[in-house]
């Protein structure tokens, strides 16, 4: 069964950092494409993250760029990103997400709720 | 950027109806376009892959369609627990979109 559960989420003051992962099971991590996808309070969803297959390669959304890091540990089957220099914009439920390919975001973590205030 | 713009923002419909849902591309996304369903509390779901490809385990009722610039998600006859925030998604371009989402609702 394909499971992926998201940790590291909390309050954390504007400015500050915090380190989000992901330990997938069920499949393995290097064989596909991950990301991370955000959601605001009441709001829609937004494309924060990429990570290609070849672990080197990643692409990130205009609003983080710069101030996230994306990585991953194939050993330990789990994903992370890194989240510095936040704000108050940056609140927001944090879903880890497989990419199956063609067949889209096809597997989707619980989330972990990051919230940024003084 | 591909902008997606989703109508309508709600949709008010009674179970045993038929759903009729709309996503624009400000270009050309080919058929590059993903539905997902979401509700209350939890993550979203994928629907439909590639613009008219079911996801596994996905009911009939749910369809998809269009090519280029105009999709269609389609519930016919509507269950309750399809009443949800849906979204559509284009991974043609980067950075990978979403729409503001239509939200179905029981009338």
């Known amino acids: 069964e394909v499971q992926l559960v998201e940790s590291g989420g909390g309050l954390v003051q504007p400015g500050g950092s915090l380190r989000l992962s992901c330990e997938v099971s069920?499949?393995?991590?290097?064989?596909?494409?991950m990301h991370w996808v955000r959601q605001a309070p009441g709001k829609g969803l937004e494309w924060v993250s990429f990570?290609?297959?070849?672990?080197?390669?990643?692409r990130y959304g205009d609003s983080v760029k710069g101030r996230f890091s994306i990585s991953r540990d194939t050993a330990k089957n789990t994903l992370f990103l890194q989240m510095n220099t936040l704000r108050a914009e940056d609140t927001a439920v944090y879903y880890c997400?497989?990419?199956?390919?063609?067949?889209?975001?096809?597997?989707w973590g619980q989330g972990t709720l990051v919230t940024v205030s003084s | 950027e591909i902008v997606l713009t989703q109508s309508p923002a709600t949709l008010s419909l009674s179970p045993g109806e038929r759903a009729t849902l709309s996503c624009g591309a400000s270009?050309?996304?080919?058929?590059?376009l993903a539905w997902y369903q979401q509700k209350p509390g939890q993550a979203p779901r994928l629907l439909i892959f590639?613009?008219?490809n079911r996801a596994t385990g996905i009911p009939a009722r749910f369809s998809g369609s269009g090519s280029g610039t105009d999709f269609t998600l389609t519930i016919s006859n509507l269950e309750p627990e399809d009443f949800a925030v849906y979204y559509c998604?284009?991974?043609?371009?980067?950075?990978?979109?979403f729409g503001q989402g239509t939200k179905l609702e029981i009338k």
């Open positions: 069920g499949f393995t991590l290097s064989y596909y494409w």
């Open positions: 270009q050309s996304i080919n058929n590059y």
């Open positions: 997400v497989r990419d199956g390919g063609n067949v889209g975001f096809d597997y």
């Open positions: 590639d613009a008219s």
């Open positions: 998604q284009q991974r043609s371009n980067w950075p990978y979109t």
């Open positions: 990570i290609h297959t070849d672990g080197t390669t990643t």
